[in-house]
T-cell receptor, first 112, second 113 residues
Framework: DGGITQSPKYLFRKEGQNVTLSCEQN?????MYWYRQDPGQGLRLIYY???????QKGDIAEGYSVSREKKESFPLTVTSAQKNPTAFYLC???????????FGPGTRLLVL | SQQGEEDPQALSIQEGENATMNCSYK?????LQWYRQNSGRGLVHLIL?????REKHSGRLRVTLDTSKKSSSLLITASRAADTASYFC?????????????FGKGTHLIIQP
């Protein structure tokens, strides 16, 4: 069953804590993306990766970090430097950049 | 990255009516994509139209693209309650831009039964 998965569905973070959101795809896509969505807003690009072992900052990368050690995986770490992390986080992948993106179901991050 | 701007921000129509939403953007594009998002879910790709295309159909969806006006429209015909969702356009910048698509705030469509 091909697709893109994210886990967990809900994540709670304490002050000063780093948390990692998982994103996995078995679509054999080269490009992967992380977006942040705030209530009633559009998506803002955090990081993207065109190919394994490469990634680039998006529009709001501060306070976040990523890695792309495997083609199918693109985890996002929300660090303690991100002062307002409460949001809905969406991961996506595409065959290559600028082509159709396939989205995961999202992870909702809440701060305790 | 460039952002598409959807208009109107919200639209409420009766079931069976047609719904039209518009998208404007600022720079030259390779393609423009439309996505749908149901509340609390990920986005679902609807249709991609390339810069050399003027119109594209997919089921009850019709997308037009006017590159001279830097605008696109999405028409949903014979709307159904299940079409209630937010709709986003995502222009993909030309010139070899390697960044992701940038999404506007979307049009929130409500279909009244």
């Amino acid at each position: 069953d091909g697709g893109i998965t994210q886990s967990p569905k809900y994540l709670f973070r304490k002050e000063g804590q780093n948390v990692t959101l998982s994103c996995e795809q078995n679509l054999n896509h080269d490009a992967m993306y992380w977006y942040r969505q705030d209530p009633g807003q559009g998506l803002r690009l955090i990081y993207y990766s065109q190919i394994v072992n490469d990634f680039q900052k998006g529009d709001i990368a501060e306070g976040y970090s990523v890695s792309r050690e495997k083609k199918e995986s693109f985890p996002l770490t929300v660090t303690s430097a991100q002062k307002n992390p409460t949001a809905f986080y969406l991961c996506a992948s595409s065959i290559q950049v600028q082509e159709t993106q396939y989205f995961g179901p999202g992870t909702r991050l809440l701060v305790l | 990255s460039q952002q598409g701007e959807e208009d109107p921000q919200a639209l409420s129509i009766q079931e069976g009516e047609n719904a039209t939403m518009n998208c404007s953007y600022k720079t030259s594009i390779n393609n423009l994509q439309w996505y749908r998002q149901n509340s609390g879910r990920g986005l679902v790709h609807l249709i991609l139209i390339r810069s050399n295309e003027r119109e594209k159909h997919s089921g009850r969806l019709r997308v037009t693209l006017d590159t001279s006006k830097k605008s696109s429209s999405l028409l949903i015909t014979a709307s159904r309650a299940a079409d209630t969702a937010s709709y986003f356009c995502a222009p993909s910048r030309s010139g070899g831009g390697a960044d992701g698509l940038t999404f506007g705030k979307g049009t929130h469509l409500i279909i009244q039964p």
